[in-house]
């Protein structure tokens, strides 16, 4: 594990990331923000990671932007270009899946981060919310982007105009997250659900999810056309053929996985 404002820590192939600014309740200043995009970025050009979890220290997700941080002069980065964010990793696009595990509060910046994350399991005594609505903090994270993508449009209003607080049971409802776990459990579900999806096929995997991240911005018939090729490339490997053999031998009869 590296001891940073930002650690890592590997349980097979998953990394696990943390942000350790517990006295901050996890916001991210412009240290931290750089470190969560290298941890990224080297999570996806590594091979033996297929997963990675998101997760704040002590009890925390992430309150956002540090702004006391701001006022002392630790700027987020702030660049129109590249795939650096303001929160750091809230720009990339990784071929792998990345799971948030989310206890305490995930808002502002950090609700934004936790939308960037594939999927969300959030402990059922967590909070989300746009509270950067109170301060004049405009979403910069691809928040106003990524929330009515994921819950639409209407819903989507509703918090970003109002900042309020969303909780566990109303998350789960509307699609904001995946999974609600017990207090203090969101790592332990997360590792679980990031165990599932390391344990199939990848190349099948990986393609599939950037067929979904990549249809926004093509036309239908672009789209249609990408999914193939990504389908294509998975045949030609010879995945589909391998588990074509494996269930023709018996495995995953009556829908077992």
């Not at 964010?85 to 799971?99: D, E, Y």
């Not at 808002?107 to 967590?126: I, K, N, T, Y």
Request: aromatic letters at 6%.
């Amino acid at each position: 594990m590296t001891e940073t404002s930002v650690s890592t820590e590997i349980q097979d192939d998953i990394l696990i990331v943390r942000i350790n600014r517990a006295e901050r309740r996890n916001a991210v200043d412009g240290e931290t923000a750089e470190a969560l995009y290298q941890a990224f970025k080297n999570f996806d050009g590594d091979e033996k990671f297929s997963v990675a979890v998101l997760t704040g220290e002590d009890g925390y997700f992430c309150a956002g932007a540090d702004l006391k941080a701001l006022l002392e002069g630790s700027k987020n980065p702030l660049q129109m270009g590249g795939d650096l964010g303001p929160m750091g990793a809230s720009r990339l696009q990784l071929s792998k899946p990345v799971i948030a595990a989310i206890e305490g509060h995930a808002v502002a910046g950090g609700m934004e981060l936790a939308l960037w994350c594939d999927l969300r399991v959030m402990a059922s005594d967590a909070v989300m919310g746009i509270f950067c609505r109170r301060f004049g903090v405009s979403l910069i994270d691809m928040g106003t982007i990524r929330l009515p993508r994921l819950i639409g449009q209407s819903r989507s209003m509703d918090l970003i105009l109002t900042g309020r607080p969303v909780g566990a049971d109303e998350a789960e409802h509307i699609g904001l997250v995946n999974r609600v776990a017990e207090p203090g459990k969101s790592l332990e579900v997360a590792i679980k659900l990031a165990q599932q999806i390391a344990a199939f096929p990848q190349a099948c995997m990986r393609n599939d999810r950037l067929s979904v991240l990549e249809q926004w911005s093509l036309t239908e018939e672009e789209a249609m056309q990408n999914e193939f090729k990504r389908g294509l490339s998975v045949i030609d490997a010879g995945e589909t053929v391998a588990g074509a053999k494996r269930f023709a031998s018996g495995e995953g009869r009556h829908g077992k996985f």
